[in-house]
């Protein structure tokens, strides 16, 4: 089994459903359109604010601010582009098609995450310039010391969390198990562990809260986080290696 | 050549195919029958691979699935018709398959034409009626233009133009010198299509045999005889030397004697008969006798009732466990 034959027929089944190109666009347009907003809100803002908060003011991450919501979009992509297999039943064709199940496996993750990248360099690069413009005199320079490792990390945190998202469904197999249990860790339970104090020492290990501090130039206020901007992201990377790897060992063993 | 070897098939505690032995050969249609729940997919999904057995081997051609290079190219399967991602159109879903096994693309309009789904080719899945969907993937296990054929209860859902259809195809396959291996419940599908049959009920073997000599061992013929005067009429009989044996429903039955005689001999004794009538005792009853000790869920007749409706709340909760047969 030459592993060209099945990279060539996973490009054709993500390329031949609609789910591919709503949830990558979505992604794409949520995350650049919600960053735009937010930056004219901060430029606004910006007299008003303490001295402190001034000093910390990152126009980069700002910029990056709609990838909150724009990665549960990605984290749909992930989540379909594997259960797909499953909720349909396409799964038996699939594995007596190609019974090396690692084969299958990492070949449909490479073509998806492949396309994750590209569009979440493209969705990077985008918020960044378009929301630098609406900045005005705040905007940060792509030439700045850290801001190009920012931007190029924004594009590799949306690939990471589609690919986290691909493992935990090739695990779970049922598209509203995994959605469900995504879709509020990221959206509500990381975002608050990471933030209060008290949970923070943990929190702060959690992948999204560790991979987005590639996204920062400026330290935040008040930040002790034990990581670098690649410690961080290299936190996240092995959450997604965990997942992936929890996803190839339960596909391994388990009757399709 | 497909070769089970002690298949065994077991989830936890209840046993969904047991110790399997039989070989499917090529040049002819195998009929692989059993009642609903007998294991019929589960033995296919694992001679698949798709599923693990718990015990015993299964080989195509001498070896395991997963050794197979480019397995489509070897055998080519129809599992479930919805086993396909409906928002994918026909062409695609085969193309997808076909790049996955290095099979030319030249071949997804080949078995698009054989199946007649030429002119829906570019229409989603999810559009197609069930026969369209069993035709599509009846394309897919065409697809490697394999040597061996496995369709599981391939005539479900289909209208009687595309059973005709099916049952030609599977024919002309075997003519062809391939191996086709099809599942069905209803023993009259096969007794028109299959050359050979494989019985299971409740994952064992029940017989593997030729078609032909299933008829001839199962279908007895004899003849039925109703009377108002059933004892003389034994004994006149039994001087006949011929034996009657009597029906659950108080008439007899009488083998290898023709209804013209025993009607003569009724007369010279001058016997009434309320009925004199030749029977043939069909496959579908005969299937039904093999394989009633082994029918995991039994319609309740009359002398085997439901439990009554509980009294009380909560009654529905407890279901009686049920115990296979």
Known sequence: MAATQVLKSEWTKIKSVQSTIWTLSLAAI??????????????????????????????????????????????????????????????????????????????????????????????????FFLGQAMLGDLRADIGDPGVLRAVVGGGLYMTLIALFSMGVASMLRSQ?????????????????????????????????????????????????APYGPWGGLLIMALWVAAAVAGGYVLLRKRDA | MIELTGLTKRYGEKVAVDHLTFTVRPGIVTGFLGPNGAGKSTTMR????????????????????????????YIGALLDAKAMHGGRNAYNHLLC??????????????????????????????????????????????????????????????????????????????????????????????????DHLVVIGQGRLLADTSMAGFIRENSRSYVRLRSPEQERLRDVMHEAGITAVSAANGSLEVDGVTSEQLGELAARHQLVLHELSPQQASLEEAFMRLTAESVEYHAHSDGDRPEPPGAGWGAGVQQPKRKGV
Do not use: C
Request: aromatic share 6%; hydrophobic share 50%.
């Open chain 2, 97 to 194: 398959l076909a790049q996955s096994n290095g099979i030319p693309r030249s071949r997804v309009s080949e078995v698009l034409e054989t199946v007649g789904l030429t002119s829906v080719a570019k229409k989603r899945a999810k559009g197609f009626s069930m026969g369209m969907g069993q035709r599509l993937g009846i394309a897919g296990a065409l697809l490697g233009d394999p040597e061996i054929l496995m369709f599981d209860e391939p005539v479900n859902g289909l209208d009687p133009e595309g059973i005709h259809w099916i049952r030609n195809l599977m024919k002309a396959l075997a003519s062809q010198g391939r191996t086709v291996f099809v599942s069905s419940h209803l023993m009259s599908e096969m007794a028109l299509t299959a």
């Open chain 1, 176 to 224: 509203v198990l995994a959605l469900g249990v995504l879709m509020p860790f990221f959206f509500l339970l990381a975002p608050i562990l990471g933030n209060v104090s008290a949970t923070k020492k943990v929190g702060q290990y959690l992948p999204d809260q560790a991979g987005s501090k590639i996204m920062q130039v400026v330290a935040p206020a008040g930040d002790d």
């Open chain 1, 30 to 127: 949520v995350t650049i359109g919600l960053g735009v907003l937010i930056s004219i809100l901060s430029k606004n803002e910006f007299q008003k604010m303490s001295a402190q908060d001034k000093l910390a003011f990152d126009p980069t991450f700002v910029s990056f601010a709609g990838m909150s919501l724009g990665q549960l979009a990605m984290i749909v992509f992930g989540v379909l582009v594997v259960s797909n297999e499953y909720s349909t039943g396409m799964i038996r064709m699939s594995l007596a098609a190609v019974p090396q199940r690692g084969t299958f496996l990492f070949s449909k993750i490479t073509i998806a995450s492949a396309l994750a990248l590209a569009v979440g360099m493209v969705t990077s690069f985008a918020s």
């Open chain 2, 46 to 73: 694992m001679v698949l691979g798709l599923d693990n057995p718990t015990a015993g081997d299964v080989r195509i051609d001498g070896k395991h699935y997963a050794d197979l290079r480019d397995p489509l190219k």
